[in-house]
């Protein structure tokens, strides 16, 4: 049995920190099977949910359920994903989310970089107000790295 996906629209997402759900209702998702049109009924299962730092699909084991007339089939998410062009499908939908994610991450490594810069000429200044022997100059910087310090 092949599958492919005609439609898939998510009825909303709804992104939880690292974790993307994709919530389908009627008439948003529609596979072709056997050249016949299936609709998608939220009676089982009605979210993919997708770990957008791992790019992994988690709830692989629920079921989705389709329907032409009074014709039914049941399939579990690892197996439409096995059969059927879904997983090109999500990649398109998520793809936004993930590159979103990649660049909070990018932007919070590089400000820790920036403060651990900052940190550094601090000392730096401490040690050249040593050298000088200018006391108020270490005192002030002193107070500051306690405060910086105190803040991280």
């Known amino acids: 049995m092949l599958l492919t996906v005609k439609m ?6 709804l992104q939880e920190g690292h974790e993307l759900r994709l919530v389908f209702a009627y008439q ?3 596979v072709m099977k056997d050249q016949e049109v299936y609709q998608f009924i939220p009676v089982e299962s009605n979210e993919i949910r997708i770990n ?5 699909v988690e709830n692989l084991t629920d079921i989705f359920v ?21 997983l090109d499908h999500l990649k398109s939908v998520s793809q936004f989310y993930v590159d979103q994610i990649k660049a ?7 400000n820790e ?8 000429n601090l000392y730096r200044l401490i040690d050249k107000a040593l050298t000088e022997g200018d006391r108020d100059m270490f005192m002030m910087l ?4 306690k405060l910086e310090e105190a803040t991280q």
């Open 8 to 13: 898939m629209k998510p009825f909303y997402i």
């Open 113 to 120: 970089e920036i403060v651990q810069l900052e940190m550094q």
């Open 52 to 56: 957008l730092k791992t790019k992994q």
């Open 142 to 145: 002193t107070d500051r790295l």
């Open 66 to 86: 389709f329907q032409r007339g009074t014709r039914i089939f049941r399939i579990p998410l690892f197996q439409l994903m096995q059969i059927s062009d879904l």
């Open 28 to 30: 948003y998702f529609s």
């Open 104 to 110: 909070q991450e990018e932007e919070q490594t590089m």
